[in-house]
């Protein structure tokens, strides 16, 4: 049945139109409905892995009842806290708590995104003064770590109680023992050479405890660091993979037997235990001469205050991380994830259950932080310092490689 | 928003008051024609549109972690792009990302058309094989990288387990030496890239007519000269698309990268795209990752140009 | 007779060429399924072939990324949706409206392929905070959405171009408006580049990864691609999980590719060569 066809085209525009705004009003519908819940409080951090998520919640769940709030976890992956933090910055829509992994702290607060703790009376007392500075920029404390951790150096008993080697001191103990450890598919030593923060975060005790520093990349001192990782590679008990390792892949060579030693970190722990017929031990990073010191990254979370136009809040927030950090709490948390309370006291207690964990706590107490010298400029630094080992390990000169780093970090800021 | 929902009863209202002007009549058949183009236009400008331009914009600007907080961005004039024009990496990653896209297209494009040829033919399964071999294609590029890390891996890779079985050495540092590793980054990315260009190969082969063929095959021309003077000439517009589309997708390649090797080792697989985004994600300098993305849409541009010229020179 | 037999020996002969062929592009995934069932080998070199159906990995991929696997699927959907909804009238109105200004929407098309995702993705992150779209299901439709539209059109346009004049002009004559005409002709006889269209804009939107990494700054939308980015953070030790994880990511899309490969080489071909 033929209808005048005017008024049909007015429809067919009018369909089409609307199609359109349609899709255009459903954005706008959603929109509606920012704004935050007042009796509930969220903490971001990294914490993606099971086992520490539940941790967390369960603290969180504590920190909840004890205080009476509800609050609310928010998990990302490590690397991508920053970013999301910025963007919740810019759409403010920051969570009340951020979970900064130490390193990247400064930026964030650089950006002025950060609330002076102690003005939200958190105390330090209890605190040493290395982690106290662990948590601050420019002097200022902005975020109050729960446990901190380092690097050392795992050993698979076994193998070397077959091979009859003791657990190597200085870096020609190491050398040798790795050179020996060598054979078939097994590797004497794992490390990561990664071209990101890992990568920086296993170089760092190498080339301090070797008396470099991160502030004169092309001084003598950190090319004789980077030489003795040359080393290990050339005498292949190091795998050329390892420029492509991060920490937890190095964590699977080991465990997968194809690594007898590797440079590590204690929140490996729980993964290493998984594997019952795996008995591995730990010890100092070695030294370049014996009597050295060996001085490892203080590596670690801090528990932050992001700046948001409630003050209310942010006290809340302050009573959060207060009943997250503590004693209890760090023992608690100290126990799970194997790292060493930040506390003095919850770590005297800490040390007592757990002897085997005693050289990893003596490297703690001795060990330095990344941001202590170049503070917000620590990413430039480091991006640096990655290409130059990476370059250095794949075939370039160490002083040719260092060099190069060293005008990039400078340029960079 | 409220303008296109107040504009459609304005059009009915017309509709009847002004029946019977002409010219009314062909704007309203017009406006009625724009309606079925309007909402993919309107979507263009606020998905591809805006964000050009705002890139554009910010690199001329001093854009920081800081920025996030107080909104702040003053101008720096031309500051991001001396810097980035300064960076040794810069000349580095344009010349991986010239290696990689030439290196990736020849590989698809290649190979892509000789398993759409080697389909032509009529056998046993060949419908299939063919919907099969379009599996890697369906595989997020995530998944892709991660699944190919481990193939690669120079110890326990299967790839080289493999070579030292039919005795090929077996200790090739694929992703780890960086003389290697491009090459291995081109490898998978053709791997990943055959499919498309097979399918519209395929389609692009099935539409050329069959006498054609028949024809040269009478007159005795040998099958170079009839692939040269009977399939190339008539593939010639699909084998355009499958270059071009092939070209703005791998030009600015990221994510696998980022799975495979991260840039490394020794920034020897970094290209512009995972410049700007380190440049932008991890030193935070969205001026200097902004620029970079600039001259990636500007490398695409010129090429877009020349594809355009060649068109049109060959519609006259 | 026996020209009979050396022909069919040559068909046959090819189609072990191609099963050979398809061996060496399936390998990866091949390997992939392969690791996914040996979940306890770790690091050590994964065995040619399982030794026993160990499905724990698959279990544990499951339990962990079956939620997300719904969410991708949802996601892709809702993009596919939008991305014929916007693409298909406007490929229409493209090929057959001769309207001033569509060569160069068609070039506008063309330009939007050279942007890189990253630079959209930085960029709408900020109009979606004004318009309250971060963490919503259908902003990041929307979003995956565009990844599809302008191949959509391109692909769609070239095939409507070749629909006969007189068709159209038939089905007016009846007294069908624009829309309807549309609708009830245009559509039905695109139905191969409107599958092929759809079907890549459902493959772009469920493999995206920068949308649903940028756009969402909570857990509530999370697709697949970002499920297993974080696993492999979390779980680098367990291959098995990962890949099973990775498996199950593939399937849908397979299904899919399978149910619609009869119109797809139709449906790219009835266009681009015209």
Redesign the interface.
């Known amino acids: 049945m033929p209808r005048p066809r005017r008024g049909r085209r007015g429809r067919s525009t009018t369909a089409a139109l609307t199609a359109c705004s349609a899709l255009v009003a459903g954005a706008a519908l959603t929109g509606c409905g920012a704004g935050r819940d007042p009796g509930v409080f969220t903490v971001l951090n990294s914490s993606t892995d099971a086992s520490y998520h539940g941790w967390d919640a369960a603290t969180l769940k504590r920190c909840s009842a004890e205080l009476g709030l509800t609050i609310e976890q928010q998990s990302v992956p490590a690397a991508q806290v920053m970013q999301k933090s910025l963007r919740m910055a810019s759409s403010k829509s920051l969570p009340d708590v951020i979970q900064f992994d130490a390193s990247e702290m400064p930026t964030f607060a650089e950006a002025g995104g950060l609330v002076d703790l102690r003005s939200l009376d958190l105390s330090t007392k209890d605190i040493p003064k290395g982690i106290v500075d662990f948590g601050s920029y420019k002097g200022t404390y902005y975020g109050a770590a729960r446990t901190v951790n380092t690097l050392a150096l795992f050993y698979n008993k076994d193998i070397l109680k077959k091979a009859g080697l003791d657990v190597p001191t200085t870096w020609d103990e190491m050398r040798q023992s790795a050179k020996k450890l060598t054979r078939g598919s097994q590797y004497g030593i794992a490390l990561s050479a990664g071209g990101a923060e890992d990568g920086v975060f296993q170089f760092a005790p190498f080339m301090w405890s070797n008396g470099g520093d991160e502030t004169d990349l092309a001084g003598p001192k950190v090319a004789g660091a980077l030489d003795y990782w040359k080393g290990l590679i050339k005498d292949r008990s190091l795998s050329r993979s390892t420029v492509n390792w991060t920490q937890a892949d190095v964590n699977d060579q080991f465990m997968a037997g194809n690594a007898a030693m590797m440079i590590n970190g204690p929140w490996q722990v729980e993964t290493l235990n998984t594997k019952k017929n795996l008995h591995w031990g730990i010890a100092q990073i070695p030294v370049p001469n014996t009597g050295d010191a060996s001085v490892g990254p203080l590596g670690g979370a801090v528990l932050t205050v992001p700046k948001t136009e409630d003050t209310g809040r942010q006290k809340t927030a302050a009573k959060i991380i207060r009943c997250m950090s503590s004693e209890r709490e760090q023992i608690t948390y100290a126990r799970n994830s194997w790292m060493v309370p930040a506390n003095e006291k919850a770590a005297a207690t800490w040390r007592k259950e757990v002897p085997e964990l005693d050289a990893l706590a003596d490297q703690v107490a001795t060990a330095r932080s990344r941001t202590a010298k170049v503070g917000a400029r620590w990413s430039s630094v480091s991006l640096a310092l990655q290409s130059a080992f990476q370059s250095a390990l794949t075939g370039q000169s160490s002083e040719a490689a260092l060099k190069k780093a060293q005008s990039r970090a400078t340029s960079g800021n | 928003?409220s303008t296109?929902?107040a504009?459609?009863?304005a059009?009915?209202r017309t509709?009847?008051q002004k029946?019977t002007d002409p010219a009314r009549a062909r704007r309203?058949?017009?406006?009625?024609?724009?309606?079925?183009?309007?909402?993919?236009?309107?979507?263009?400008l606020?998905?591809?549109g805006?964000?050009?331009v705002?890139?554009v914009v910010m690199s001329f600007q001093d854009f920081?972690?800081?920025?996030?907080?107080?909104?702040k961005s003053p101008f720096n004039g031309a500051d991001n792009w001396s810097k980035v024009f300064?960076?040794?990496?810069f000349g580095k990653a344009l010349w991986h990302t010239i290696v990689f896209t030439i290196g990736s297209l020849i590989g698809q494009f290649g190979i892509g058309l000789a398993?759409a040829a080697?389909?032509t033919?009529?056998?046993?399964?060949?419908?299939f094989?063919r919907?099969?071999?379009?599996?890697?294609?369906?595989?997020?590029?995530?998944?892709?990288g991660?699944?190919?890390?481990?193939?690669l891996?120079?110890?326990?890779g299967?790839l080289n387990?493999f070579a030292e079985v039919i005795g090929l050495g077996g200790h090739t540092?694929w992703?780890?030496?960086?003389g290697m590793a491009l090459f291995s980054v081109i490898m998978v990315n053709i791997?990943i890239g055959?499919p498309f260009n097979m399918?519209?190969l395929?389609?692009?082969l099935?539409?050329i007519p069959k006498e054609l063929y028949e024809a040269s095959s009478l007159d005795g021309a040998s099958a170079w000269r009839t692939f040269r003077s009977i399939t190339l000439p008539l593939l010639k517009?699909?084998i355009t698309?499958v270059l071009?589309?092939g070209f703005?997708?791998t030009v600015?390649i990221?994510?696998l990268i980022l799975a495979l090797?991260?840039?490394?080792?020794?920034?020897?697989t970094q290209t512009l795209?995972t410049l700007?985004?380190?440049n932008?994600?991890?030193?935070?300098d969205?001026g200097a990752?902004?620029v970079v993305?600039n001259v990636?849409?500007l490398i695409?541009?010129v090429f877009?140009v020349f594809y355009?010229r060649a068109n049109r020179s060959e519609g006259k | 007779m026996a020209d009979a037999t050396t022909t069919s020996g040559r068909r046959w002969g090819a189609t072990v060429a191609g099963i050979v062929i398809l061996g060496v592009m399936l390998f990866p995934l091949y390997w992939m399924i392969n690791t996914a069932l040996q979940p306890e080998s770790g690091l050590l070199e994964v065995s040619p072939v399982p030794d026993s159906l160990d499905l724990s990995g698959f279990t544990s991929a499951i339990s962990e990324q079956g939620g997300h696997l719904l969410t991708s699927l949802a996601v892709a959907l809702g993009a596919v949706a939008i991305c014929l909804a916007v693409a298909a009238p406007a490929a229409y109105g493209l090929a057959q409206f001769r309207l001033r200004g569509s060569r160069t929407i068609v070039f506008g098309t063309l330009i939007t392929q050279m942007v890189p995702g990253i630079v959209i993705a930085n960029a709408l992150y900020s109009a979606y905070v004004d318009l309250g779209l971060v963490n919503s299901y259908f902003g990041l439709m929307l979003a995956d959405a565009s990844l599809g539209i302008p191949f959509a059109i391109v692909l769609m346009r070239s095939f409507m171009v070749s629909i006969p004049k007189e068709v159209i002009e038939a089905a007016e004559a009846d007294g069908a408006g624009k829309l309807r005409t549309f609708v009830q002709v245009v559509l039905p006889m695109s139905r191969n580049s409107l599958i092929t269209a759809g079907l890549f804009s459902f493959l772009y939107a469920w493999s995206d990864f920068m949308f649903a990494l940028t756009l969402n700054t909570t857990d509530e939308v999370k697709p697949v691609t970002l499920g297993i980015y974080q696993y492999i953070g979390a779980h680098v030790g367990d291959w098995g999980s990962v890949m099973a994880a990775s498996v199950l990511s593939a399937i849908p899309a397979a299904v899919l590719l399978v149910l619609a490969q009869k119109y797809i080489a139709a449906g790219i071909t009835g266009g681009s060569i015209k």
């Not at chain 2, 920081?64 to 909104?71: L, Q, R």
């Not at chain 2, 919907?131 to 892709?144: C, H």
């Not at chain 2, 991660?146 to 193939?151: A, C, G, L, M, T």
């Open positions: 928003m296109t929902t504009t459609a009863p059009v009915q509709a009847v029946r309203r058949r017009r406006l009625g024609q724009w309606g079925f183009i309007a909402p993919a236009v309107v979507f263009m606020l998905f591809f805006y964000p050009l705002r890139n920081s972690p800081s920025t996030f907080f107080d909104g300064h960076d040794d990496l398993l080697f389909f033919k009529r056998f046993p399964l060949n419908g094989l919907s099969l071999i379009l599996l890697p294609w369906l595989v997020p590029m995530v998944v892709s991660i699944v190919w890390r481990r193939i891996d120079q110890d326990t299967v387990s540092p992703l780890t030496s960086p791997w055959i399918v519209i395929y389609g692009g099935q539409e517009p699909v698309v071009v589309l703005m997708s600015k990221l994510d090797t991260d840039g490394g080792p020794a920034d020897s795209g700007t985004y380190q932008s994600f991890v030193q935070l969205f990752g902004a993305g990636l849409i695409s541009a877009a355009l």
